[in-house]
């Protein structure tokens, strides 16, 4: 439900860890069998010295860790749920130093110009944490008793947190210390309660993902530059008992008329959006649907939450708020279920693609990079994503899983009030690797499209605005490139007339997405000068770095739009609108809005496809009432920008390969 934000948010709640495992694998980097001496002084031998010290296997440990971080330490920054260094001990209370503000409604929380709305912009309140707050928030507390390390030391020293991390897992295992040489395999049970702290279910998902973990193995260089490994174990299985009882547990606490639609390996629960009248005629927060019978899901929108957990399940049960489908815990990747996919929920900002929709929200900050998504959200999100990909036959590519900021407004008056989210520190890279569809070069000819593709942790682009209005955002990897008019550091920004109509340049603000192309959308390519490649972005030629020693964008082939032969400029659509033939009698026809941006005759756009226009009219809550507009127009989708749009196919022609 994020948005853009003018200062940094308030930080977070601790939470479970969770994230799906067993029956559907992630992709990973398996590492080796074996694994050298760990150098003395290392983050590795860290973990294998708090291992020892607490005979906790070193292999759980790690894993444990890899799902937490990524074995990550954030320069002690707290993540949105308030944890800390490698192991994310939580510390909610000693995190929560600033307020984080939701913005999601706008004007119209449907992204429906055409439809009044009586109780107008929709604002949170500041976020407060319980009096009492549950184990899962407060792990950081309980390590520095069980260890006797200071508090202070736990959030900032990677060592003595990992330390903190192993005392916490030999005190969940709940056996004499000689019954814990066993091995990993009868670690499971101690795995989902450090993760759960009285969660059953995201518990057992997360200890599911660990132990999917530690048969893969992983490999990376952290974010303090060093190389930690841990050694793939492909005949590990959990003691089968302790799973049966876990499941036990899980089996108890649900409720059995709840039965949200996620996939068996994530935790996953039901908390409904209210489908409710209230006030003089307003209803909310969703609008009821039959889809995929009255209307195609092509599009999976991917939002963070700009708030704690807790306050974001509290708006979407609010009628008079807006709805998304679903919300992912950071901590352990437990989902929630708000509204059925069947209907249609206000969180796009644009009623078109609402319409064809599925709104996933991430409990997240997008000015706080270090406010650090964890990897069990990653894989609790990825593995959400690719089975409803699946289940509505949605590509797994950026033309169709966008992020709230690649939504286009669907008149010019809404382009600058879209939303901004997930931002430019979500690792779009990480992500798509993990549904099974990484960005990769191909060894073939260079081709018309041009896909981006920078190193996440090198490429670290300047932004401002994070803390305040101006000021430098702190240092940080990012997944966008910056656009300039002309070939060298020094040029310009290129501009975007929707959102500053008089024509000056775009800004370096971590909310401007005017000149920033994002990994994984694909353009097509506009030329090549030395280290700078060139693509066709907002009806004009946009340049960015891209040095054959460390690339950030590859070349392949791929299907673009120009066009027609003799037009001079076509225009560019916020939604893809039926003819006004095809409205039935007493259904309003939409007015045609070009946005204002246009394609100029010579320049090409990548396309993700086409489809037919259409309108899903429901402007009352009486559901007899609502009615699908079917067109026979075609539109083409279109990387035009940052956000996407929509072209006539009448206006266009088509080129394909290109290799």
């Known amino acids: 439900m994020g948005g853009r934000r003018a200062s940094r948010p308030a930080v977070r709640t601790a939470t479970a860890l969770a994230a799906g495992a067993l029956l559907l694998p992630l992709v990973s980097a398996t590492a080796p069998a074996g694994a050298a001496e760990p150098a003395a002084g290392t ?61 999601e409604a706008d004007d119209d929380p449907r992204g429906d110009a055409a439809r009044p709305v009586a109780a107008g912009r ?6 407060s944490l319980p009096a009492a707050l549950p184990a899962r928030l407060r792990t950081l507390p309980r390590a520095a008793e069980l260890t006797g390390i200071p508090a202070e030391k736990l959030r900032t020293d ?27 395999a009868g670690w499971y049970a101690a795995v989902a309660r450090y993760a759960g702290a009285g969660d059953a279910s995201g518990g057992r998902a997360f200890a599911d993902e660990v132990f999917d973990t530690l048969r893969h193995g992983q490999a990376r260089t952290t974010d303090t530059g060093q190389r930690v490994t841990l050694a793939a174990a492909p005949a590990l299985r959990p003691d089968a008992a302790q799973t049966k009882r876990i499941a036990s547990a ?12 996620c996939p068996a390996s994530v935790a996953c ?22 889809r995929p019978k009255d209307l195609k899901v092509d599009t999976i929108v991917i939002h963070d939450t700009e708030g704690s957990w807790e306050t974001s399940l509290k708006l979407v049960q609010d009628p008079t708020y807006v709805s998304w489908h679903y919300t992912v815990r950071s901590s352990d990747g437990l989902i929630a279920q708000h509204v059925p996919t069947k209907d249609v929920a206000w969180q796009a900002g ?24 964890t990897e069990a959200m990653y894989r609790s999100s990825a593995r959400l994503v690719t089975y409803l990909s699946r289940k509505y036959g949605v590509p797994l590519d950026r033309q169709h899983i966008l992020g709230h900021d690649n939504v286009p407004g669907t008149t010019t008056s809404t382009i600058p009030g879209m939303h901004t989210d997930p931002g430019p520190y979500w690792d779009w890279s990480h992500y798509f690797t993990l549904l099974g569809r990484p960005f990769a070069a191909e060894r073939r000819a260079a081709g018309d499209v041009v896909v981006i593709r920078p190193d996440y942790a090198t490429n670290r682009p300047p932004y401002t605005g994070c803390e305040k209005a101006g000021e430098p955002c702190a240092a940080h990897g990012s997944e966008a490139v910056r656009l ?10 290129v501009k975007d007339v929707g959102l500053r109509p008089d024509g000056s340049p775009s800004t370096t603000d971590v909310n401007d997405l005017g000149a920033r192309a994002s990994t994984g959308q694909r353009f097509a390519f506009a030329g090549q000068r030395g280290d700078w490649t060139a693509i066709w972005y907002l009806g004009q030629r946009a340049w960015f770095e891209n040095p054959a020693e ?11 739009v120009t066009p027609k032969a003799g037009r001079a400029t076509i225009p560019v659509y916020g939604r893809a609108y039926p003819e006004k033939a095809a409205y039935p009698a007493g259904v309003p026809v939409q007015e045609v809005s070009p946005l204002p941006y246009q394609l100029h005759a010579g320049e090409r756009y990548a396309t993700g496809g086409s489809l037919l226009g259409d309108y899903f009219s429901a402007s009352g809550y009486d559901t007899a009432t609502h009615a699908v507009v079917r067109g026979e127009d075609r539109y083409y989708v279109i990387q035009v920008g940052h956000r996407i749009g929509y072209v006539r196919a009448a206006d266009v022609d088509v080129r394909r390969g290109g290799a």
Do not use: C
Not at 122 to 127: G, H, I, Q, T, V
């Open 43 to 103: 983050l590795q031998q860290a973990f294998t010295e708090a291992a020892a010290r607490y005979h906790v296997p070193s292999s759980v440990l790690l894993g444990v860790s890899y799902l937490e971080s990524r074995w990550d330490t954030h320069a002690g920054a707290p993540s949105v749920d308030g944890g800390y260094g490698p192991m994310h001990l939580t510390d909610a209370r000693a995190a929560v130093a600033r307020t984080a503000q939701h913005s």
């Open 269 to 290: 629960e039901s908390v409904p959006a209210p489908y409710e009248k209230f006030g003089d005629g307003d209803y909310g927060n969703h609008d009821k649907a039959d």
């Open 484 to 493: 300039r008019v002309a070939p060298h550091a020094d040029a310009a920004l």
């Open 350 to 373: 644009n009623w078109y693609i609402n319409s064809h929709s599925i709104g996933i929200e991430h409990e997240g900050f997008l000015t706080a990079p270090d406010a650090w998504y």
């Open 550 to 560: 460390h690339p950030t964008a590859f070349r392949t082939a791929g299907a673009t």
């Open 158 to 184: 990677p060592a003595a947190n990992i330390l903190g991390g192993a005392a916490l897992l030999a005190a969940e295992q709940r056996t004499p210390a000689s019954a814990r040489d066993a091995g990993p």
């Open 122 to 127: 929709r604002d949170a309140a500041p976020r």
């Open 250 to 261: 899980v089996r108890q606490v649900a409720a059995p008329a709840a039965r949200p639609e």
